[in-house]
């Protein structure tokens, strides 16, 4: 285990997650502390925040945890450099059933992005028509 190690409180500061969040990805085994020290206390490495910051990232996929958990497998066994040829082709449709669940995924969000633009312009107009009545309002003697 090298590089430094952090405790929870500064892992939970540099991924924006929680110190519940990140015990719960514990707990449902997403992400498992690289050690403890002498107090008990859970020890991250620098692996372990990109674990977390990938988790974060997954959010707005609104994936289940059990194909969160799918995802880390297969990207630890991608990422381990000992892939035999006829596990290849297995973690690849893996792999491509995420980037194609991604990719819906980011169409469907680019639509609801559209849809809050549209209210919010809508709302603008509102306030601004308010604001123009209000000072035809004032002007009037």
């Known amino acids: 285990m090298s590089g430094e190690l952090m405790q929870i409180g500064e892992v939970a500061e540099r991924t924006c997650l929680s110190l519940r969040t990140i015990r719960y990805y ?3 085994g997403l992400v498992v502390p690289s050690g403890r020290s002498r107090g008990g206390f859970r020890l991250y490495t620098e692996a372990n925040v990109r674990r977390l910051w990938l988790i974060r990232r997954l ?3 609104e ?3 059990d194909q969160i958990r799918d995802l880390l497998t297969t990207l630890d066994r991608v990422e381990s450099g000992a892939v035999a040829a006829e596990d290849a ?3 690849r449709s ?3 059933s995420f980037q194609s669940i991604a990719r819906a995924r980011c169409e469907s969000l680019r639509d609801q992005l559209v849809g809050a633009e549209e209210f919010a312009a809508d709302m603008a107009d509102r306030i601004s028509e308010l604001s123009s009545a209000e000072q035809n309002e004032t002007a009037e003697p």
Request: hydrophobic share 45%.
């Open 63 to 65: 994936l289940s945890l």
């Open 94 to 96: 893996t792999l491509t």
């Open 26 to 28: 514990e707990e449902v």
């Open 59 to 61: 959010k707005p996929l």
């Open 89 to 91: 082709a297995t973690l």
